[in-house]
């Protein structure tokens, strides 16, 4: 199944540095991973903003949902989920 999300950044003013450090050091090897595994197809940055567009391929809403509650910024993100279908008018052979 595909899934569209935004994740919106939120750190707090006060995290020490080192703790935002060593947190996004783990963030981004936790997405790299899935990205590797095919799971974490697309992941963009909207410019100008503390966010990002992704792409999931996963199972279900259950596999998701532990990918995302898995985020090591979990805690610091608003995240928004839009499940995607096929479009009827697309040309692609595929889902890719
Ligand atoms: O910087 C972001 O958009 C948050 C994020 C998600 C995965 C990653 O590596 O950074």
Redesign the pocket.
């Known amino acids: 199944m595909l899934f569209h999300v935004r994740?919106d950044?939120h750190l707090p003013r006060d995290l020490p540095p080192e703790e935002a450090a060593e947190i996004l050091a783990r963030?981004?090897a936790y997405?790299q991973a899935l990205q590797h595994s095919g799971k974490w197809r697309h992941?963009w940055?909207l410019a100008g903003e503390?966010?990002?567009f992704s792409i999931f391929d996963v199972q279900d809403n259950a596999e998701l949902h532990e990918i995302l509650t898995g985020?090591p910024?979990f805690r610091f993100m608003k995240i928004t989920v839009t499940p995607l279908l096929r479009h009827p008018s697309s040309i692609r052979e595929d889902d890719s």
């Open positions: 994740m950044v963030e981004k997405s992941i940055r503390y966010a990002n985020l910024l």
